[in-house]
């Protein structure tokens, strides 16, 4: 055999300017936060415009006004989102910082798969519920939390689950994630939605707003910034 006939020239990958930084969005992303307006997001409650607050180009949760989902529907793709425990939060467990992140929302609450977003810096909880776990069906790999008050970035890429016309269950989701540039979630094959009470299952759909939460804990609201999405085939 000559080498040129394991070569492979075509198609030829399109071409994709990285972001300035690893917090920027490369060329062919969708900016779901610039920092300037929360426009790519809406409640997920009654789809009325979303009311967290902007400010010095952060987004800050509203706990009154509930969770918030983008106005587009996704189904595979790339995000990256950073956020942020306020550096005086208090309380403790499940209630010091929770937020969540739905990769996809298949109905209104908390309905859908949440990648949990919680201060587990120091903050022990059941370990299927801390920062970075597949909510009760997957701890972290590691903890790679930093301290609050600190800059942390989840970096996910999200199979979503396929379904037969019937609404049986074809190939379900997949998810793997970094935290801080750290693997915490390493191809893990969902069990179902996220659920807070029983057994994992899957309903069928097929694209889904990306939702973020208002936990409803007593502790300060947590802040987002540079969130974006690129679409995969
Ligand atoms: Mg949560």
Known sequence: MKPEQTEVWSPVPRVVTPGANDSAPPSDAIVLFNGKDEDQWVSAQDH???RWIVHDGILTVNKKAGNI????????????????????????????????????????????????????YHNSTYVNGQAGAVYKQSPPLVNACRRPGQWQSYDVIWTAPTFHKSGALKTP??????????????????????????????QAYDRAPIKL????????PI???????????
């Not at 997949?174 to 899957?202: H, M, S, W």
């Not at 936990?215 to 300060?220: I, R, V």
């Not at 802040?223 to 085939?233: A, K």
Request: charged content about 20%; glycine content about 10%; cysteine-free.
């Open 213 to 220: 939460q208002a936990h409803g804990d007593p502790s300060q």
């Open 223 to 233: 802040s987002f910034r540079n969130i974006w999405v690129r679409e995969l085939p």
């Open 69 to 120: 989902e983008t106005r587009r529907r996704f189904k595979d793709y790339q995000l990256h989102l950073e956020y942020r425990i306020p550096a005086d939060i208090t309380g403790s467990g499940q209630a010091r910082g929770n937020s969540g992140l739905f990769l996809a929302s298949t109905g209104p609450g908390d309905r859908g798969y949440e990648l949990q977003i919680l201060d587990s």
């Open 48 to 50: 009325t415009p979303a």
């Open 173 to 202: 989701a997949r998810i793997t994630a970094f935290q801080n540039g750290v693997l915490i979630q390493n191809d893990f094959t969902l069990r179902g939605e996220t659920l807070y009470i029983g057994k994992p299952f899957y």
